[in-house]
């Protein structure tokens, strides 16, 4: 490990901005001090410097998680002066990338050299170590959190040296894959890719029964199988998904499951109102507006037929006034040790309140409901989890609390919100 010794100080940088927001407004902090590093050495020196002044430190990404993980009043920083691919590993399929670099600017490099992710979600402008380390996923009954595919990283220490994490570190790799930034701010980040392909999407509107009698033969049959449940006309609006009636199989526009179906494909690309060719990175976004406050859980995929329709039947009878859709994917269980996906094949259940309103009773229904199935959440999507909840549905609880204990003895990269788990 080598201590850098120049660049930045927490002392270049005062009060100014000191309020910071997230994406979409239902998180924010006032911060001691703000700085957005240029360089690995000037990370190194930041963070050494308010690790020295007993200051807290959190790195924000690009502010998409709902929940408080990006919180402190202490060292706020942005990488966003820290991006860039810096090696493809052609004969390895691997990219090496500074943190900082956003899943939309990574793609377009990929795509110019023949590559492609393995999998992707619904958005993609999140930078990759905040997206990747807190269990972002996408879809696919065979494919892992999008996180399984870190290969290396570096971690800023408190101290302000760096740590190698790779496969000659399984442990360490396996913790930080799903890590949250408590583990050390990470600088770069290497990532396992494949050839490059193209994906056919089809997209169409099913009545919730045919949904769930279709279901598990769509999940086997396609490489990605997710939908949007609707329960009502205007629930389509919420997420700006596309009016799919002319491809509906009954013509009704409330109560119903808006299909999506993406296979790889060797045809010419193409682009029709319900359906496309494309390059990977050009399918598998979603143009949302963000305006909802979403929770998400993984439940056990031998319950998610269940799951959903227990949250549906909840909405249409106890909360009619929760409009926007469920969202439903899959996701095949992976060994990090925090991720929501740990060893158990899974469908997430995802549900929002509109910003504004009190959705509180609602999402603690939907978290019961979830939570009987043996359900984990999605960390950077609100959630109700206490310490002792995680201890109890994370076999490997309490190892990564003693990994981060071992690297960060001060808390420096905690908060509030992630000392009372993983303290």
């Given amino acids: 490990m080598n201590t850098a010794s120049h660049g930045m100080t927490v002392n270049d940088f005062g009060l100014e901005h ?12 006032v911060r001691a001090a703000r700085a957005a590093p240029a360089s690995e050495d000037e990370l190194c020196a930041l963070v050494a410097g308010a690790t020295a002044k007993g200051m807290n430190v959190r790195v924000a990404g690009s502010g998409h998680s709902f929940t408080p993980v990006a919180l402190t009043s202490g060292l706020h920083l942005t990488l966003a002066g820290m991006k860039g691919v810096k090696h493809i590993d052609r004969e390895r399929r691997r990219v090496t990338a500074s943190a900082g670099t956003t899943i939309n600017e990574l793609v377009k490099v990929l795509k110019a050299e023949g590559l492609s992710m393995i999998n992707q979600g619904d958005i993609d402008s999140q930078a990759i170590a905040g997206a990747l380390t807190t269990g972002t996923h996408g879809t696919g009954a065979t494919l892992p959190v999008l996180a399984d595919a870190i290969v290396g990283m570096k971690l800023v220490q408190p101290d302000g040296s760096i740590l190698v994490v790779d496969e000659t570190t399984p442990d360490l790799l396996l913790a930080g894959r799903v890590s949250l930034g408590v583990l050390g701010a990470i ?9 490059s392909y193209r994906l056919r ?7 919730f029964e045919s949904a769930m009698e279709m279901h598990d033969e769509l999940a086997e049959k396609h490489r990605h199988f997710s939908f949007f449940w609707c329960p009502y006309e205007e629930s389509r609006h919420c997420y700006c998904l596309p009016d799919t009636a002319a491809t509906s199989t009954s013509g009704r526009t409330t109560d119903v499951c808006e299909m999506k179906v993406m296979d790889i494909t060797e045809e010419e690309p193409f682009e029709a109102e319900f359906e496309k060719v494309a390059y990977s990175a050009d399918v598998y976004p979603i143009e949302y507006v963000a305006n909802f406050h979403e929770l998400e859980y993984a439940v056990p995929r031998e319950h998610g037929k269940d799951a959903v329709r227990a949250v549906r039947r909840l909405m249409l009878e106890d909360f009619p006034e929760a409009i926007y859709p469920i969202e439903y994917r899959f996701t095949a269980g992976d060994e990090a040790w925090m991720s929501p996906f740990h060893r158990q094949d899974s469908v997430t259940v995802s549900v929002s309140g509109e910003p504004g309103k009190d959705y509180w009773d609602y999402l603690r229904a939907v978290d019961r409901i979830l939570r009987g199935y043996g359900a984990r959440p999605h960390w950077g999507k609100m959630h ?3 310490g002792e909840d995680v201890t109890a549905i994370y076999p490997r609880a309490e190892d990564f609390r003693a990994l981060r204990r071992k690297l960060d003895p001060q ?8 000392s009372q788990l993983f303290r």
């Fill in 411 to 418: 808390g420096v990269y905690l908060n509030d919100h992630l």
């Fill in 201 to 207: 999407e089809r997209i169409w509107r099913e009545d």
């Fill in 187 to 195: 600088s770069e980040m290497t990532l396992q890719l494949t050839d």
């Fill in 384 to 386: 109700f989890l206490t």
């Fill in 18 to 29: 000191a309020h910071w927001r997230n994406w979409v407004g239902n998180q924010s902090c």
